[in-house]
């Protein structure tokens, strides 16, 4: 009676515990239909008879004539498999998709190989009835679809929808089942963090359908498209996290670096990161080298530094996560040899001499590169804890002078003082985004001013569109900028961190007219223009890529200010960073219970309310509000206890119990 009772209390308390759902945009049922018209062209009637609000209606679409075409919109990026009813006896239907509607046509879709378009899904009607595509016809991301009369034969059609296969591993209606939220008083905010949620749910697929990466001509009715084929099995189990959702559907262990804490604090999708991860180590060779992407990507034999370091980081990840030891324990001998293959390259300067140059497509990766450094650096670090985890203390020890020695040369060869930047290496003056957010996210640099210096250089390059990356010929890069804004987040300027989500996240990824509004791209150009510079084929950019959604993890890490300092939360800290913000409301769950931090200001007053699990311990970072130095405190066994901040302007209290505490603080 009292097992069924905890029980019960248990799911009660975890159903309740999830508010602002009103945010999520997962649809609430695999069955999706179009919202809006789009476009339309030529004889046709009735478009609007296939719209959500629309059925059941007894009307139909008829499209009269050859290249007669409706456009529909489903207002945020979906995936899945088309279905079609048909009340025609014969014609030929096609089908284009395309996330951006810079790409929408009557002709072809927008494009998942490095040149040319995607062929039109094409339905030969042969007798009225349900059509539905196959299997290998998934498409993976499309915010737009056109239905276009590829025949003679007048088309009349009765319903159409899109069954969602994102997230196959979770049952019809749970796909809003989150276990993290977050809300704060600016909207902007909000929608960033549940776009990003959003995104690594839609590239989290089904592993039986990866891509070919094998473009074949389209048929002829098709003008010089290629065909598409997602029938390709990637990992084992029954779903996996990949890169992007329309293309490359491959697992990529750097995008995962990104998407993982954005998971972990939003769906805690634990399994389809494991999966993705299983499949690189399933490729590790005897030499401990890890691929550059998982199958089929792997057969091309390019070697990344990076990547390699970033499979790392993904087991560390998804330790640190899960709490599951045994994973861990499991992957021990093929994390070390990892290390191994890489610490080899170490040379006499105490820095890796960068052979294996292939990273996020960014070139010139080669020699004492700062990025693939800071990166090493910061997986030995990793590695440090990981090993004495696993009782393995002279291994840590090794470890942790390679660090140390990494450290003290990084300085030294590639500090530029004048610009309060590092250089990508030995041989440029070159100041890249990637290693400089890298050096301060992996705290390689420890000096406070030296971090500011590096967080004020930054954002001092920022155009309209945001954050540049010059090291890859001035590309927006949404995936290295998630590093920057952790590097402004540590810095504590927590007002540059803020306004580079509202300017790039909000203003642009998701309000301008030729992004999904629901899901983060891969990549841009500095001027705005949806071209990424390794591409030449820009219909082929991915607008759902999980290397985008930074935001998410650093909202809830850094603005609500929880952090999982071991083990499933075993140890944490909460810290929260106000900037301009007035509320925030934020939590997740993870195997050992729910996280939350609530906090509000009003002038000289700030409120916290936080909920940690049972058996955990803690340490809260209060801040002063307004620009006080002094502060009562009440909360945490203080009553009314005068505190002086320390240089960064907080109140420490240390040593907390797991369970529901408030503080108040006044500036005094
Ligand atoms: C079909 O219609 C589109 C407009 O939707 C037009 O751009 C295209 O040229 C037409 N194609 C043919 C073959 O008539
Ligand atoms: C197609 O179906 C229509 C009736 O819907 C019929 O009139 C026409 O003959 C059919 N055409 C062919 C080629 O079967
Ligand atoms: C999932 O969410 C639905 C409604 O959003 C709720 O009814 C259901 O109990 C949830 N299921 C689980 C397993 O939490
Ligand atoms: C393809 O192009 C040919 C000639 O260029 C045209 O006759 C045909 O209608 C086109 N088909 C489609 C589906 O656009
Ligand atoms: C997968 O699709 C490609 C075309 O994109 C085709 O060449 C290949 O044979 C297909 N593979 C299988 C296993 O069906
Ligand atoms: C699936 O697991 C088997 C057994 O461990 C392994 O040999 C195979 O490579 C795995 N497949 C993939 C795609 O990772
Ligand atoms: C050093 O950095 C510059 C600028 O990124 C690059 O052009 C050059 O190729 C790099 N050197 C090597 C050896 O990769
Ligand atoms: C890095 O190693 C390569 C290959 O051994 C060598 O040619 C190059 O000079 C080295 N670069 C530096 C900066 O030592
Ligand atoms: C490893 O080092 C830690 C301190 O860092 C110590 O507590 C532990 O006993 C050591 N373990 C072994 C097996 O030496
Ligand atoms: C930022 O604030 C944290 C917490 O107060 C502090 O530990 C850290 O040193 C500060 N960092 C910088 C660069 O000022
Ligand atoms: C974008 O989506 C939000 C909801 O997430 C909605 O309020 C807003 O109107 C949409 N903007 C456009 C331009 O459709
Ligand atoms: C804190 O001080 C800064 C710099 O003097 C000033 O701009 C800001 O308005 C002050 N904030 C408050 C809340 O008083």
Redesign the pocket.
Known sequence: MQLFLSLFTIIATTAAAIPYSQYILAPSSRTIRPVAIYDQHDVLTSAVALLAGHKPSGQTLLLDAFNSSVTYDFGKNIAGLVNLVVSSQNGSIGITFTESSLWVSSAACDATADSGLDAPLVFDVTSSGSYEASPDKERGAFRYLTVVNLGTAKLSIKDLWVHFTAMPHWEENTLQNYTGWFHSNDEKLNRVWYAGAYTNQLVTIDPTRGDALESVPGNSSANGTLEWSLNTTITNGTSTLTDGAKRDRLVWSGDMSIAVPGIAVTTLDLISIRNALDSLFNLQTTTGQLPYAGYPFNERGIVSFTYHLYALIGVANYYHWSGDQSYLTDKWAGWKSGIEWAVQQIDSTGLANITAPADWLRFGMGGHNIEANSILFYTLNLGIELARIENDNSTADRWARLASGIQAAAIPLLWQPSVGLFRDNETTTLAPQDGNAWAVKSGLVTS?SQ??QISSALQARWGPYGAPAPEAADAVSPFISGFELEAHF???RTDTALALVRNMWADFMLDDPRMTNSTFIEGYSVTGELHYAPYANDPRISHAHGWATGPTSSLTTFVAGIQILSDAGATWAI?PQLGDLSHVDAGFSTSRGLFSSKWSVHGSVFQLQITTPKGTTGTI?LPLPGNHTKASVTGGGLQDAVAEG?????VWVDGLEGGDHEFLVNGL
């Open positions: 406070p971090v500011a540590m810095a504590n810290v970072g320390d240089a960064a302007g907080r």
